[in-house]
């Protein structure tokens, strides 16, 4: 496994290995890797001879400064669980080769209104970030395929949209969300929470699968109720509790408004943001 920092090293090994020749897949990553990480980099290796995975703690993305400032970083603990996965490259961009100041082109691509609801509604400005930053690794690695987490959902929508449009023959691949034994989904953000709070944590997925128990037995306005009561009770802060068409993101408020459906939720907890969804 080669520790590529830079454009330069990167370079200068793919050409060793020779990947215009090759199948190349990335797992583009913010690093404080964990067990779901694990999977989108499996799902690569299994897919294609050459696999890349990118740690960068993408400062644009973040609309909230001290929550940037907060976000774990673990490098070498990173390269540790990389190490004997069978991962060709980790790559550290330098933040100046991905925003160069010459270049003040932002991919703001968003022709379906994604960026601007649920993630994109609390969090101004973060789907310009992460589709910018994403593009530019692209430009960067050229891969053939590149692997998301469905964990981050309307993350995998949007750059699923977006890619083609900048991309020829680039394969967004989605990858199922990796859950603890209680059904917790794997967050970086998680090393943040006390024992209880990870516990009280798990009201969310109860809240998010409330819906495909209930589809169609109950009204929506009464499961998100009945979700967000949940929630607090443990102590969350809930900031959405929506069920969309998954294809489309569109909320709806009654079942037969969708063949595909997702749940989504975000929810604070001990100051820290979580955010989940279920597709059924
Ligand atoms: P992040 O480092 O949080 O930016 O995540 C990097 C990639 O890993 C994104 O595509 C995430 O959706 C994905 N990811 C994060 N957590 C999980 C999980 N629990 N299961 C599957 N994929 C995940």
Not at 109 to 114: A, H, P, S
Not at 166 to 180: A, E, K, M, Q, S
Request: aromatic residues 10%; charged residues 25%; contains cysteine.
């Amino acid at each position: 496994m080669f520790i590529a920092r830079g454009i330069q090293q990167l370079n200068q090994h793919l050409n060793k290995l020779n990947v215009k020749e090759k199948s190349v897949g990335f797992v583009p990553t913010m690093g404080a890797l964990h067990a779901g990480h694990l999977e989108l980099v499996k799902s690569s290796i299994k897919d294609n001879e050459i696999t890349i995975c990118s740690i960068f703690v993408n400062p644009t993305q973040f609309n909230d400064k001290s929550d940037f400032d907060k976000y774990p970083r673990n490098d070498y603990d990173d390269i540790a669980l990389l190490k004997d996965t069978g991962l060709a490259v980790i790559y550290f961009p330098n933040a100046d080769e991905l925003y160069p100041k010459n270049k003040a082109e932002l991919f703001d691509y968003d022709d379906e209104k994604l960026f601007s609801v649920f993630e994109g509604e609390f969090r101004p400005g973060h789907f310009l970030g992460v589709t910018t930053v994403v593009m530019r690794l692209f430009e960067h690695i050229k891969p053939n395929n590149a692997y998301f987490g469905l964990k981050d959902y309307q993350q995998y929508l949007v750059i699923k949209r977006a890619t083609p449009h900048f991309f020829r023959n680039l394969n967004i691949i989605g990858v199922p969300t990796v859950r603890n034994e209680s059904g917790l989904a794997l967050s970086s953000r998680n090393a943040r929470l006390s024992k209880p709070e990870l516990i009280n944590a798990e009201a969310i997925v109860g809240s998010l699968r409330s819906f495909s128990q209930n589809k169609r037995k109950l009204p929506i306005g009464t499961i998100v109720k009945n979700g967000m009561t949940a929630m607090k009770e443990k102590g969350l802060e809930p900031e959405y509790l929506v069920v969309c068409n998954a294809d489309t993101l569109q909320e709806i408020s009654n079942w037969d408004e969708a063949d595909n459906y997702v749940a989504l939720c975000a929810a604070f907890i001990g100051g820290v943001r979580l955010i989940d969804n279920l597709l059924f």
